[in-house]
């Protein structure tokens, strides 16, 4: 259930982290510690990452290690989501999900990403210019 005030990329990945767990509940079980874990945790960690960042405030130019700080989860988050579309990739090939499971995958974390490098840029561009 979305929060009055969450932030749109915290709805996306949690969709994104829902749609994965769904999926991989159906999983060849020879594949539940390895291929179907990376996919789960990855999409956690992600969220993690994200709401780590949301956690920073920054009002302005004066507050440089919460900017350091959030820009650094920002990465992290952006890592896990590029290691996620590899993963699924290798999902796929190992028939632990579907080719169509795959691309809305794909869809989801193409989303994901775009809505994350706006929100580095909007702050990068609001706190320098």
């Known amino acids: 259930m979305k929060q009055e005030n969450e932030l749109s990329i915290l709805v996306k990945s949690r969709k994104l982290t829902e749609y994965i767990f769904t999926i991989t509940e159906k999983s060849p079980k020879k594949f539940r510690f390895t291929i179907t874990a990376k996919l789960q945790n990855g999409a956690l960690n992600a969220m993690e990452q994200l709401i ?3 956690e920073y405030y920054i009002k ?3 507050q440089t290690e919460s900017y350091q700080k959030r820009l650094n989860c920002q990465r992290e988050a952006m890592i896990e989501l590029k290691l ?3 993963m699924s990739m290798i999902a796929r090939e190992q028939e632990c999900i579907l ?3 795959q691309e809305q995958i794909a869809v989801q974390l193409s989303e994901c990403r775009k809505m ?3 929100w580095m840029l909007s702050d990068k561009k609001r706190l320098w210019g």
């Open 52 to 54: 780590r960042a949301n």
């Open 60 to 62: 302005d130019k004066s």
């Open 84 to 86: 996620l579309g590899y």
């Open 99 to 101: 080719p169509k499971q």
């Open 116 to 118: 994350l490098w706006a």
